[in-house]
């Protein structure tokens, strides 16, 4: 059993549509984050949110914090190809003490 | 050189080689970090540093041994390893606390072990 659960494992969409990936836990975490990761290269940090019903914008990419602070939201708008991708969420708990990491969302973003 | 660099970044090997792997961080932080990333499984983490000194040792067998002289370089050295090792190592270094929430990840070595 995974801590931290992301949802879909893989997502394919058209240029042009709107996406969403979520991550969820039974746990509450103290600070939650997004990364992308590419082909080839290490995961690069989008976000972190702290405060329970956070919503923070980085260009078309919406992120939301649950309100109970269990589960987490990335919203993308008209998608690109440049958003293809591997998206992680990472979250600390006081459950568990320390960074722990989902398995990922593969997006793939065809023309 | 900028951010977080790892060398090799593919590296093959049989079960009795010994090889290393180096991770450079050229951002002045105090915690690095090895993680093993296998296909559709979450990052694990294997070992952190802390100003130079071990706080966690995941686990991982023995067969793994890190090395961190100076708070800019972390080593993996490897030796009779198992084809389930195969996988992507990544190395991430975070400013202070080692937990801290901010992870700046190198590009990662690509191991396969045949």
């Known amino acids: 059993t995974q801590l931290l659960e992301q949802s879909p494992q893989f997502l394919s969409i058209q240029e042009g549509e709107n996406l969403t990936v979520y991550c969820n836990s039974s746990s509450v975490f103290s600070s939650l984050q997004w990364y992308r990761q590419e082909p080839g290269e290490g995961p690069v940090l989008l976000v972190t949110?702290?405060?329970?019903?956070e919503v923070k914008k980085l260009k078309r990419l919406t992120f939301q914090f649950g309100d109970a602070r269990k589960d987490s939201s990335l919203h993308i708008t008209a998608a690109q190809p440049g958003d293809t991708g591997l998206y992680l969420c990472?979250?600390?708990?006081?459950?568990?003490?320390?960074?722990?990491f989902g398995a990922g969302t593969q997006v793939v973003v065809t023309p | 050189e900028t951010g977080v660099t790892q060398t090799p970044r593919h590296l093959v090997m049989g079960m009795t080689n010994k090889k290393s792997l180096k991770c450079e961080q050229h951002?002045?932080?105090?915690?690095m970090y090895w993680y093993k990333q296998s296909a559709k499984k979450p990052l694990e983490l294997m070992f952190v540093y802390s100003l130079e000194e071990r706080v966690e040792n995941n686990s991982v067998p023995s067969r793994f041994s890190p090395e961190c002289p100076n708070s800019s370089h972390l080593f993996l050295h490897l030796h009779t390893l198992q084809p389930e090792d195969s996988a992507l190592y990544l190395c991430?270094?975070?400013?202070?606390?080692?937990?801290?929430?901010?992870?700046?990840f190198g590009p990662g070595t690509r191991l396969t072990v045949t």
């Open positions: 990472a979250g600390e708990s006081d459950s568990w003490g320390k960074l722990q």
């Open positions: 991430a270094s975070s400013p202070d606390s080692p937990w801290s929430y901010e992870q700046y």
């Open positions: 951002l002045g932080h105090n915690a």
């Open positions: 949110v702290v405060t329970g019903g």
